[in-house]
């Protein structure tokens, strides 16, 4: 038993090292706590993308399987939620130049919930990423679509698997790709969220992809 909260603590430490090291996460009011190789962030930072930067670091080292994500975002000056709402449409258009004007933003109590329809992943994770920057947003939740089209299954598979090759993260070999309508699913072990979250990515990025089933596991 002692063996494993050394293994702990010693996991802890390297998290708040990473955090240390990153210079999107700025606020001194963030805690690590480490269980069972699963990560713990708590405290307050002043907007959300701070917060998402925290888990990304967090996911980012070796070893981590997993992150709960419980800091609160505590904006320095307080918004109205039409404010956020207008602010999130405006930063979507000029940055992410989401098509069509179809973006409809609901915003309650700073948590901002998008809905709409895109063609590629890249423009619906775009939208997400604008939105994250916006003051006094507290949470996203991304509800846009990618539209479905025909497509061989034989290219989203080779797109897929080159992608997966071409990364530097994620190691090709421990990753299994199947592919029906659309919808992708992915299988095997990686060495932490972050290597997990590339081959997502690298799934999402083949044409005619609707959906992403991710069933790989981290084992550190």
């Not at 479905?148 to 797109?159: G, M, R, W």
């Not at 997966?164 to 994620?170: A, G, N």
Request: aromatic fraction near 4%; charge should be negative.
């Amino acid at each position: 038993m002692q063996a494993i909260k050394e293994t702990d603590r010693q996991l802890r430490d390297l998290v708040i090292r990473q955090l240390e090291s990153d210079p999107e996460v700025t606020s001194p009011d963030v805690s690590v706590a480490a269980a069972d190789n699963t990560i713990t962030l708590t405290g307050f930072v002043h907007s959300y993308a701070e917060k998402y930067a925290a888990e990304k670091a967090a996911k980012s080292v070796c070893g981590v399987q997993a992150v709960a994500n419980d800091i609160e975002v505590r904006a320095v000056s307080a918004r109205t939620d039409p404010e956020i709402a207008r602010d999130v449409a405006r930063a979507t258009k000029v940055d992410a130049q989401f098509p069509g004007g179809g973006l409809q933003v609901i915003v309650q109590n700073g948590f901002v919930t998008l809905e709409g329809m895109v063609e590629w992943n890249f423009q619906r994770t775009g939208v997400e990423a604008c939105t994250r920057k916006v003051a006094g947003v507290r949470g996203v939740m991304n509800r846009i679509a990618v539209r479905s089209e025909p497509v061989s299954i034989a290219d989203v598979l080779c797109s897929i698997e080159d992608r997966l090759h071409r990364s530097r993260t994620v190691d090709v070999r421990q990753i299994t790709v199947s592919v029906e309508a659309g919808r992708v699913n992915l299988y095997g072990s990686v060495h932490s969220p972050a290597e997990r979250e590339e081959a997502e990515r690298a799934a999402w990025a083949a044409p005619g992809v609707i959906e992403v089933i991710d069933h790989i596991c981290v084992t550190p």
